[in-house]
């Protein structure tokens, strides 16, 4: 017995999410990235395969660095062959960039100290259409820089987040811990400008990264004093953030598991 671990690249455009989704009426369960692996573990190991994810994302999220851990009963198969074999019987939205084998003990979400996103947004007239699906297209509107890392200045250590819960959050907590949070600029493969909001932490709430990047840039845009921000924080209200930003600019971009993990 093997414990493996995947970094797994998706688009998420297509899919009803991560997390596997059984339909217990006898009905065709809706299509997810975990469901779509765990099928093709399932042909690869002539049995049924259980995936443990770092997290979850929601639909249409994607992902560059998704972690993932599952124990195989097969011992011959090199580790570097996964990559290979499982792509082959992949869907093309769905990609295995590693494989590493990892200690019984380790378990992908648990041993993970913290999660990365990266948010990306244009803000041109017109985006190209291969494009579409992996940014939020802004109009109307000029970054800055400089304000909006002011404005995320206050996103840093342990803070409660309750202004940027989605309604049904289902979490025990609102804290979390925040390590980093800032924006820059970058270009596409076409030399478009894109502003990118990364954001790290050791675990976030549900449309928690999509809320705090639509309420950063309509403070950006309405040019709001630079503490609006901080003021939000600490209202503890959803009602005082901004609009939630749509999942097509997501991606769950790293899992890191060195460091220490913090439990808020």
């Known amino acids: 017995m093997r414990n493996i671990l995947l970094t797994i690249s998706y688009d998420g455009t297509d899919f009803c999410g991560w997390q596997r989704q059984d339909d217990k009426s006898g009905g065709q369960a809706e299509r997810t990235v975990q469901g779509e692996l765990e099928k093709a573990l399932e042909k690869l190991h002539k049995q049924k395969i259980l995936l443990y994810g770092s997290g979850r994302t929601d639909s249409g999220v994607h992902a560059l660095g998704q972690a993932a851990n599952f124990f195989s009963p097969i011992d011959s198969i090199p580790t570097s062959n996964y990559i290979r074999a499982l792509n082959c019987l992949l869907p093309q939205d769905i990609r295995i960039?590693?494989?590493?084998?990892?200690?019984?003990?380790?378990?992908?979400?648990?041993?993970?100290?913290?999660?990365s996103y990266r948010y990306f947004i244009s803000f041109s007239d017109s985006v190209p259409a291969s494009s579409t699906r992996y940014v939020w297209n802004v109009k109307n509107y000029s970054p800055n820089i400089e304000r909006l890392n002011k404005y995320a200045s206050c996103l840093r250590g342990e803070i409660d987040c309750a202004s940027?819960?989605?309604?049904g959050d289902m979490s025990l907590s609102t804290?979390?811990?925040?390590?980093?949070?800032?924006?820059?600029?970058?270009?596409?493969?076409?030399?478009n400008d894109l502003l990118v909001f990364?954001?790290?932490?050791?675990?976030?709430?549900?449309?928690?990264?999509?809320?705090?990047?639509?309420?950063?840039?309509?403070?950006?845009k309405t040019?709001?004093?630079e503490d609006s921000m901080q003021?939000?924080?600490?209202?503890?209200?959803?009602?005082?953030?901004g609009v939630t930003a749509p999942s097509t600019g997501l991606f769950l971009y790293k899992i890191h598991f060195d460091g220490i993990r913090k439990h808020v």
């Open 223 to 225: 040019n709001a004093p």
């Open 198 to 220: 990364e954001i790290e932490a050791n675990a976030f709430l549900w449309k928690m990264v999509r809320t705090i990047t639509g309420t950063l840039i309509n403070l950006d």
């Open 97 to 115: 960039m590693n494989a590493e084998e990892k200690s019984l003990d380790f378990n992908a979400r648990f041993s993970a100290t913290s999660r």
């Open 175 to 191: 804290n979390r811990f925040l390590d980093n949070a800032y924006f820059f600029m970058q270009k596409d493969i076409f030399g």
């Open 164 to 167: 940027f819960a989605a309604s």
């Open 231 to 241: 003021k939000i924080l600490l209202a503890k209200d959803r009602t005082k953030a």
